[in-house]
């Protein structure tokens, strides 16, 4: 099992610019989720989702868009990115369950907005 | 607003010495919460974690505590090795939300 997959590793951008951020999950795992990180503010939740079709906001969903088509996908776009994009991007993805709680981290995209 | 919050962002201890990560939050509804490691260019890795039924779970070398009243929990690692070097996030499972991270650097 591969895991949680994130393509691409890394991205430069110009501002402007559109992209989009692919996690691919081999699990079956129902739940998919978007985080970004910056430094001092941890982990933060932008989008995710319950199941196939489904998405929903988190935190900072602003200036991002997403797709869960597939199950073992979920997509992340952004459609003109700022250079208040510029972070490290982490897809997750957890079963469903009373106690399965703990999520399974890809190993992150690295995206700079210029 | 922050809902989890680890206010000490970083964290030194001697190889062998006890390492205490503390984490607050402040919804009382919060029913199960979990630690996370991450080390650098690498995603976070589930570390343990703890219901809210319980005051205490352990693991080994890692232990959590849970203090509801206060909305407190901690994480304990004794003994601390240098390979515990990393950062550390709570998590409270019911909305995702995360703290900032503890950064604990052990020396040998």
């Known amino acids: 099992n591969a895991g949680v997959t994130q393509t691409p590793k890394f991205r430069v951008l110009k501002t402007g610019q559109s992209m989009t951020l692919l996690c691919a999950q081999d699990?079956?795992?129902?739940?998919m989720y978007w985080y970004r990180q910056d430094p001092g503010m941890g982990l933060r939740l932008i989008h995710y989702?319950?199941?196939?079709?489904?998405?929903a906001k988190g935190e900072v969903p602003d200036g991002y868009n997403v797709s869960r088509l597939k199950k073992q996908n979920f997509l992340l776009g952004l459609e003109s990115a700022a250079p208040s994009q510029t972070s490290v991007y982490f897809c997750?993805?957890?079963?469903?369950?009373?106690?399965?709680?703990?999520?399974?981290f890809g190993p992150g995209t690295r995206l700079t907005v210029l | 607003d922050q809902q989890v919050k680890q206010n000490s962002p970083s964290l030194s201890v001697q190889e062998g010495r006890i390492s205490i990560l503390n984490c607050d939050y402040t919804n009382s509804m919060f029913d199960y919460f979990l630690w996370y490691k991450k080390y650098p260019a690498e995603g976070p890795t589930f570390l343990i974690s703890i219901s809210s039924i319980k005051d205490k779970n352990e693991d080994g070398r890692f232990t959590v505590f849970l203090n509801k009243s206060a909305k407190h929990l901690s994480l304990h690692i004794v003994p601390s090795q240098p390979g515990d070097s990393a950062v550390y996030f709570c998590a409270a499972s019911d909305d995702m939300r995360f703290g900032a991270g503890t950064r604990l650097t052990v020396k040998p």
């Open positions: 997750a993805s957890r079963n469903l369950g009373p106690d399965l709680n703990e999520q399974f």
């Open positions: 699990m079956n795992h129902e739940y």
């Open positions: 989702s319950v199941g196939e079709g489904t998405t």
